[in-house]
């Protein structure tokens, strides 16, 4: 993962940085020079919530991928409560299998990277 994070630092132009103490542990920072937008995007309830709160769930069946079942749960309640028809799996195989057979059905397919059997990368 800090491999990563160093890759991503270093081609935004960024510092990566590390202080460690025995016994109380360590913190990573980072810089990266990011210019501010001089012109706000215009939203039309004043910023009060997420673009995604206002989009039409209704109708829209999910294919949803994760192996850790607490995820699952919170994010197919909060799909569900929109109006998403939510179908789960818990690996990149089995997401493979239920896609195979509701792909007709499939709208859109949140999947989670690090997995057993399948990881997110090698099944999408």
Known sequence: GLSIVQRLVEL????????????????????????????PLPVEDGGSRCPLQRMDWRGTTCLLVDDTPLNLLVL???????????????????????????????????????MPVLDGLEAT
Do not use: H
């Open 12 to 39: 935004m132009k960024g510092t990566l940085g590390v202080s460690s103490t025995p016994g109380e542990g360590t913190s990573f920072t980072f810089e990266v020079p990011l210019k501010a937008d001089a012109q």
């Open 76 to 114: 197919q309640r909060q799909l569900e409560k929109r109006g998403c028809v939510v179908l789960t799996a818990t690996n990149g195989r089995k997401c493979i299998d239920v896609w195979k057979v509701e792909r007709s059905r499939c709208d859109l397919i949140l999947i989670d990277i690090w």
